[in-house]
């Protein structure tokens, strides 16, 4: 088999080490081919500004980049058999339309830095996706919890019925997970925001590099200016990412869970929409939560994802090791999955239906027993004395419950400060401000 290698010599590579080496790489480069093509366009636009490519080289090999960069957009971009990673596919379609111009790309840089600022645009792109999608379900949550935040439903402990909660609290509580969770997706994108370009092989380069010039056209807010650890980051910077999505994965999980048990005949608290629910071969009344079980599963994947990326990075000395190509297997799907079940719980709860006559059933009258022992204490009682009256009520049978309640404090059920977490989640979301980015990449690519 010919193979196209950047660093080939004289030396070929027997057909074993060839696949054993190369692995999934060419399948996962397809993830990061149109962002080292906007890499490219910004280091050749460096590269001429320091009188190592003419204007006229330049312009030819933006031109034919771009149309690389379209080819990317509409799914055609293919990496050719025996083409070892997207570096050398794209060099190679270059060197095919321009010749000897198209091997100029590669001055000033290495496949290290190269596939570093690759992740990190990819990283970027998914970042804005995710924060979207959360938005979104965010905003349905909200919603729900303003619509029934009036209907009551009981709260759990240890399994057993304790207090009075409602679906105000329920959804409302889901939605605050949700901004804490972003905070963590801020954190990510400020890390991933920063350009590692003109890092080379981790040790820079003797070419007068503009790495500034690079990091603005690319939309970073600044770059990893040391040149070794903008090498450390590899590794470092997917498992950011990957906490920030598992705490993401975390209330996803949580609430696919609740959503199960609350759906079930034993409870009968929500209904799900028909259209998410599956059949059974052979019980007909069977109507099985199937999007959320399967959401609760890939959620629980997702949340072993940082340990995966530790444990392949794990104790690497500094400098570039082959051990950082494996994480790309296990990182750059899982965006993917994570996606997929954002979008599957924003559709569920826009259309999941609520019971409101949960508390007819006498089952739940303990709920309320804390609502009399704090009316008698208000009344004067000392509150043990209280505790110890409305318990022996309980087991005497003589407990009748008022159903009427008044919360009134701060995140209570009669004061869900849902325009409070609402103006939380509004605040982090300002905080990526994705339009230098957008914008950035809009420059480069017109």
Same mark, same amino acid.
């Given at each position: ?15 074993? !080490? $060839? ?25 050749? +636009? ?9 204007? $006229? ?12 960069? /379209? ?31 198209? =091997?100029?790309? @590669?001055?000033? &840089? ?17 970042? &804005?996706?995710? /924060? ?55 954190? /990510? ?25 690079? +990091?603005? %056209? ?17 590794? *470092? ?16 999980? =949580? ?15 929500? =209904? ?9 071969? !052979? ?14 599963? *890939?959620?629980?994947? %997702? ?18 090791? &082959?051990? %950082? ?13 994570? =996606? ?48 110890? *009256? ?15 309640? @008044? @919360?009134? @404090? ?25 339009? *230098? ?7 480069? +690519?017109?």
């Amino acid at each position: 088999m010919n193979t196209t290698k950047l660093w080939t010599k004289n030396v070929q590579m027997t057909a074993e !080490i $060839e696949k054993f080496t190369v692995g999934r790489d060419r399948e996962m480069d397809l993830y990061l081919a149109k962002y080292d093509v906007l890499g490219s366009m910004a280091h050749i +636009t460096m590269l001429e500004t320091i009188n190592l490519l003419t204007k $006229e080289e330049l312009q030819l090999l933006l031109q034919e980049l771009k149309a690389i960069y /379209a080819q990317c957009e509409r799914g055609e971009f293919v990496i050719e058999e025996g083409v070892e990673d997207v570096h050398s596919q794209v060099e190679l379609m270059l060197t095919r339309k321009l010749g000897d111009i198209g =091997k100029k790309i @590669h001055s000033g &840089r290495s496949r290290n830095d190269q596939v570093l600022v690759d992740l990190k645009l990819f990283i970027r792109d998914q970042i &804005r996706e995710l /924060a979207d999608l959360v938005k979104n379900l965010f905003d349905e949550l909200i919603q729900q919890s303003n619509r029934y935040k009036d209907v009551l439903m009981p709260g759990y402990t240890h399994l057993q019925v304790a207090m009075p909660s409602s679906f105000g609290l329920w959804f409302g509580a889901y939605a605050e997970s949700l901004v804490d969770d972003m905070q963590y997706l801020l954190a /990510a994108w400020k890390i991933t925001n920063r350009n590692p370009l003109g890092s080379a092989a981790g040790y820079g380069s003797s070419f007068p590099l503009n790495r500034q010039l690079t +990091t603005d %056209l690319l939309g970073f807010d600044s770059m990893d200016y040391n040149v070794i650890y903008a090498q450390m980051g590899r590794g *470092k910077t997917e498992r950011n990412v990957a906490f920030s999505m598992a705490t993401i994965a975390g209330t996803l999980a =949580k609430l696919a869970f609740d959503a199960c048990m609350f759906n079930s005949q034993n409870f009968g608290f929500v =209904k799900l929409p028909a259209d998410c629910t599956t059949g059974s071969s !052979i019980m007909p009344h069977k109507k099985n939560p199937d999007v959320f079980e399967l959401t609760r599963a *890939k959620c629980n994947k %997702l949340q072993s994802l940082p340990v995966t990326v530790t444990m392949i990075m794990n104790n690497l000395p500094v400098g570039y090791f &082959r051990d %950082l190509q494996i994480i790309k297997e296990v990182f750059l799907p899982a965006f993917d999955d994570l =996606k997929d079940c954002l979008q599957m719980a924003t559709y569920i709860i826009n259309k999941m239906e609520v019971n409101p006559h949960i508390l007819d059933n006498p089952i739940y009258d303990p709920i309320f027993s804390v609502e009399e022992v704090n009316r008698l204490a208000a009344a004067g009682m000392p509150f043990r004395d209280a505790y110890k *009256k409305v318990g022996l009520d309980i087991e005497a049978g003589n407990f009748t419950p008022d159903k009427h309640i @008044h @919360h009134t @404090h701060a995140g209570s059920i009669g004061n869900l400060c849902n325009d409070k977490i609402q103006a939380l989640m509004d605040d982090v979301v300002n905080g990526f401000k994705f339009e *230098k980015m957008e914008q950035a990449i809009k420059n480069l +690519t017109l």
